[in-house]
């Protein structure tokens, strides 16, 4: 069955970077669309970016310019490399292809 295994999270400080990894199996990764998604405490997931199989991107206005959502279909594997880090960022991020969702990894932004 497909399978969808984040990493990368973790505790940065404010102006800092992280990469976020999803690994996938199970599926033939390349025709899929795949997307991050983030949930806060107390708020909705929502989506964070997307990348269409033909690597066209689409972002949420609150991470444009500073995330960058990229693809490896050799490694099946889809990145989100976070910059510029703030607070609001904090939350746990979710890889998502078709109906599946990975486990999510934390990611908290404070000093």
């Known amino acids: 069955q497909v399978q969808l295994v984040e990493s990368g999270g973790g505790l940065v400080q404010p102006g800092g970077s992280l990469r976020l990894s999803c690994v996938a199996s199970g599926m033939m990764f390349s025709i899929y669309p795949m997307a991050w998604y983030r949930q806060a405490p107390g708020k909705e997931r929502e989506l964070v970016a997307r990348?269409?199989?033909?690597?066209?991107?689409n972002y949420a206005d609150s991470v444009k310019g500073r995330f960058t959502i990229s693809r490896d279909n050799a490694k099946n594997t889809v990145y989100l490399q976070m910059n510029s880090l703030e607070p609001e960022d904090t939350a746990v991020y979710y890889c998502k292809a078709d109906q599946v969702w990975g486990q999510g990894t934390l990611v908290t932004v404070s000093s």
């Open positions: 990348i269409s199989s033909s690597t066209r991107t």
